[in-house]
């Protein structure tokens, strides 16, 4: 197997709760309004340091979506899903964008001393996913 090379993000991040590898730049989320199995879940546009797994149909609470699990490069562990396919019109913005799910990830100030801060984020009934 190859060596494993890392991005390396700036400024205000998500990381990997078990091994604080770099996941998600802050300016990539697109909303916080999302739930999973294990409580809170954010959505975003775009990730890095993530393996995509097997295509599977999974029914939420919005539909049926086509979804992969995303496992962290660096532990491999699942920290979200990606979104294959949304099978109802109004669902389709999701398509290519990540779920990062909360309970997975620390929030990083990965300028100066990296230390961590915590963003408080309000939920909000609809677009509950996987529940």
């Known amino acids: 197997m190859g060596k494993l090379y890392l991005i390396q993000l700036e400024g205000r991040i998500y990381s990997c709760k078990y091994c604080r590898s770099h996941l998600a730049n802050c ?9 999973c199995r294990h409580g809170k879940a954010y959505l975003f546009n775009t990730v890095v340091n993530v393996s995509v797994g097997p295509h599977e149909d999974r029914r939420m609470t919005t539909g049926l979506h086509t979804v992969a699990d995303i496992y962290c490069n660096c532990c491999q562990q699942i920290v979200g899903w990606k979104y294959e396919l949304a099978h109802e019109l109004e669902q389709k913005y999701k398509e ?9 990830v620390v929030d990083i100030d990965s300028n100066g001393t990296g230390t961590e801060f915590y963003l408080e984020s309000q939920t909000v009934s609809s677009d509950t996913e996987d529940v």
């Open 27 to 35: 300016d990539e989320l697109v909303s916080k309004h999302f739930h």
């Open 96 to 104: 290519g964008k990540f779920i990062l799910e909360r309970a997975k």
